[in-house]
């Protein structure tokens, strides 16, 4: 658990929790999608948004899960209004059921958190036959966004509040491999790196937030995309991992020892600061980490490989 940390410009700091980024923010008439929510950072992120008055739709995997979720959180925050809606990102088939059956609600969308996610696994393809980790932390939700913001751009006309788009990515984006998106040997097994095909995932989140951003501004759209790290959290997201060496400590933990051992509920500050408090209104196209603006690598901020990875995805999903 992180005990002390400097305050950044945003009055926040790796300390405070999702309550504490959101205190006293009214975030009733709003409704947020947040994937991977049946346990960790995504739970959590749920559970304070719900209490803020927002409207949540649970996108997960194991739909038994979810719904012992939901029934925690209403014990505590009993008019929550939750919906729990089947979700297995690694699948494009899923993705696209998925939206069908949130369109088919007829809900509202202002807030959608792509947070669900798998980490440094071995080599192993997704449904559709693609490296499982692109799959599932970049792919799944790029055609995730892609069919639902329709639905947010005429949420953002109707209410006139502005739509948020917010990517879970990770400080791990800087171990991506060193060409940073390998788009010619994405499934290629000979040369796979757990961490290396994790940390490419990570930069997609990225890249991803940073062209829709782009886009998004360039057509005078009133929805914001940005990306995060939440800080080194032990969540199932370690349990499903490969095994760790010692070099991993080296390379991860070392560098990102100044936000390493935070909490869940510190864990999940910076998805909720994005999502709801409203120092981020306009606020596009940027990485954030410990609820304050920070840096990527270069590859980060490289925005030909942003459309490149546009480009690519487009074609992976279509």
């Not at 993705?95 to 809900?107: D, I």
């Not at 080194?232 to 991992?241: D, E, G, K, M, P």
Request: charged fraction near 20%; hydrophobic fraction near 40%; proline fraction near 3%.
């Amino acid at each position: 658990m992180v005990l002390f940390s400097r305050k950044g410009p945003s009055g926040f700091s790796a300390c405070n929790t999702a309550e504490d980024v959101t205190l006293g923010i009214d975030g009733s008439g709003l409704t947020a999608i947040i994937t991977g929510s049946s346990n960790g950072i995504g739970a959590e992120t749920a559970r304070v948004l719900a209490m803020r008055g927002v409207q949540i739709v649970m996108a997960v995997r194991n739909t038994a899960a979810g719904t012992a979720v939901k029934e925690t959180i209403l014990k505590e925050t009993p008019l929550a209004k939750i919906e729990v809606l089947e979700l297995d990102v690694s699948s494009i088939a899923s993705v696209r059921k998925f939206a069908e059956e949130f369109k088919s609600l007829g809900l509202p969308l202002n807030i959608l958190i792509n947070n669900a996610g798998v980490m440094a696994l071995p080599y192993k393809l997704s449904p559709d036959k693609v490296e499982l980790q692109f799959a599932t932390n970049h792919l799944g939700h790029f055609l995730l966004t892609d069919l639902l913001l329709e639905t947010m751009k005429k949420t953002a006309s109707q209410s006139n509040t502005d739509g948020r788009i917010v990517n879970v990515a990770s400080e791990a984006h800087k171990l991506a491999y060193k060409e940073g998106i390998r788009f010619d040997k994405l499934n290629d097994e000979s040369g796979y790196s757990s961490w290396g095909a994790y940390g490419q995932s990570k930069l997609a989140n990225i890249l991803h937030a940073n062209e829709l951003s782009r886009r998004l501004k360039e057509g005078g759209v009133p929805i914001t995309a940005n990306s995060l790290h939440p800080g080194a959290i032990v969540t199932n997201l370690w349990h499903n991992s490969s095994v760790f060496g010692g070099w991993v400590s080296k390379l991860v933990v070392s560098p990102f020892s100044k936000i390493a051992g935070k909490n869940v509920p510190q864990g999940a500050s910076t998805t909720c600061y994005l999502a709801l408090h409203p120092n981020n209104k306009g606020v596009s196209g940027e990485y954030f980490v410990d609820n304050n603006i920070s840096k990527t690598t270069s590859q980060g901020k490289d925005a030909e490989l942003a459309k490149k990875l546009w480009d690519f995805s487009m074609n992976l999903v279509s």
